[in-house]
């Protein structure tokens, strides 16, 4: 945020009075100044940035536009955040990651290669196509909760309060570590939130924070060294704070956000190019799969969809994720194959959700999903409920057992009709779950991921208050 200047406030106030003086001996003015001088006496002291905001609102007939819309910020001290990430390297969990935290966390930006492959599957002219690492979510939502429109410095008029707390890497860092350790910094938060005036306005009901992890890395049951996570979102302070993890587990203060993906557009306009081009695109495969094998998981079932996958006999396309040529951490590669394939098979991972989801959805590939949790039980801020207009579900179970043969079941319903409808309804996500350079207001301004959270977060906290009537 611009930072208060006293020299221009000073001279603001200079020019104002003056030009009072000049006008005050009219009728009409000394009436209108006895009517308005509260408001008169407000301006003469408000900052350069206060000013013009108050200008703006008079050209919009006097409508306060952001009313209900207010976020305060804490200023945390830097040992929430920043120092996180500065250290990073000093980590053996969060090393290879630090590479991606340039850009305010979009990662390095993605140029154009020496046989022209890239510009051929990215819209890589307009520089919004980035290496984002799919735990990056609380450095990006950060930097644009810095340019929200609605951010206030003045904490009673806000109607939800952001805790720009790193609680994603200060988890990573101290994975094996001792209890004691990894609980040490959300401690030391949640005294530092009681201690702040805002926080005796709702004690916490009003208050939010983002992360880039799941949220059962924060819900440690027990406290023997052997268990997970931290316990962050077991202190009496969060129980009353809402997380926004990229996936829940169903509490009533955790709500599933989507996970970055490689495309971080500016403008209205750039989104409905991207939009047509994957419309166009002639797509080569009924089906494929981008990930690797997980044979140390008895209950994953991505060993039969690769098996039925290679069986295809060229209806789907493989791209192995467990192997040295790293083309799964490549996004043209990742992107391409997508882009290729009428359905993207998503089948849990580690656990029920995946970043791949997201990115066969920006390259308009129809999901199957296979775990009601991956997406219909994580993003109902995002996703349609009716799940048949963009997606298609296969049972775990009949996979595991052997009753569904994946390539038939896709074939049987690939009328064109239906096709166009499922992939319009794809096309029609896609600019809910991206996240878009930060600043752009006016019509360009698109509602992705990051307005649609914080608009429900508003509204969540409005019903609290509705309730306390």
């Not at 009436?31 to 940035?49: C, E, G, P, T, V």
């Not at 930097?143 to 951010?151: A, N, S, T, V």
């Not at 040295?324 to 993207?344: A, I, L, N, R």
Request: aromatic share 12%.
């Amino acid at each position: 945020m611009e930072k208060f200047n006293p020299k221009k406030k000073k001279l603001v106030s200079k020019r104002a009075l003056k030009l009072l003086i000049e006008i005050l001996p009219t009728p009409l003015f000394s009436m209108l100044f006895l009517i308005h001088i509260n408001q008169i006496a407000n301006y003469l002291f408000l900052s350069d940035k206060e000013t013009l905001n108050i200008t703006v609102r008079a050209m919009q007939g006097g409508i306060d536009t952001c009313a209900g819309r207010y976020v305060y910020m804490h200023d945390l001290p830097s040992r929430f955040n920043n120092d996180l990430i500065k250290s990073c390297e000093a980590y053996i969990e969060l090393r290879n990651k630090c590479k991606y935290l340039v850009n305010s966390g979009f990662g390095p930006r993605i140029l154009e290669d020496k046989h022209n492959h890239t510009t051929q599957v990215l819209t890589i002219k307009t520089g919004s196509w980035y290496y984002t690492n799919q735990f990056m979510l609380e450095v990006i939502f950060r930097e644009k909760m810095r340019h929200y429109e609605c951010l206030t410095n003045d904490s009673s008029l806000s109607s939800a309060v952001f805790v720009p707390f790193y609680a994603g890497f200060d988890v990573r860092r101290f994975w094996g570590y001792n209890v004691k350790l990894r609980d040490e910094l959300g401690e030391d938060l949640a005294q530092w939130l009681r201690e702040r005036p805002e926080w005796k306005k709702m004690y916490g009901r009003d208050h939010f924070f983002v992360t880039g992890r799941v949220g059962r890395d924060f819900r440690r049951v027990t406290d023997q060294d052997s268990d997970w996570g931290n316990k962050l979102m077991r202190l009496p302070e969060f129980k009353n704070i809402t997380m926004l993890s990229i996936e829940t587990n169903s509490w009533s203060n955790e709500f599933a956000v989507p996970y970055p993906t490689y495309f971080h557009p500016k403008s209205r306009t750039e989104v409905k190019r991207w939009q047509m081009q994957v419309r166009m695109m002639q797509r080569r495969y009924l089906f494929s799969f981008v990930g690797a094998n997980r044979p140390e998981m008895k209950e994953s079932i991505r060993g039969e969809i690769i098996r039925q996958c290679l069986a295809s006999q060229g209806s789907c396309k493989f791209l192995d994720c467990d192997t040295s040529t790293k083309d799964c951490s490549d996004p043209v590669k990742v992107m391409e194959v997508f882009q290729d394939s009428v359905f993207c098979l998503q089948p849990p991972g580690d656990t029920p959700t995946r970043r791949s989801t997201f990115d066969s959805i920006l390259a308009g590939c129809i999901p199957v999903l296979f775990s009601p949790d991956s997406v219909y039980n994580q993003y109902k801020w995002y996703f349609p409920k009716d799940h048949t207009k963009y997606s298609v579900y296969i049972s775990e179970e009949d996979v595991k057992n052997g009753k569904v043969s994946i390539e038939k079941l896709l074939a049987s319903i690939i009328s064109e009709e239906r096709i166009l409808k499922m992939r319009n309804g794809v096309e029609k996500i896609i600019p809910k779950i991206i996240y878009t350079k930060p600043g752009e207001v006016g019509p360009e301004k698109i509602e992705d991921a990051f307005e649609i959270a914080v608009a429900r977060v508003l509204e969540r906290v409005s019903l609290f208050k509705m309730t306390r009537i």
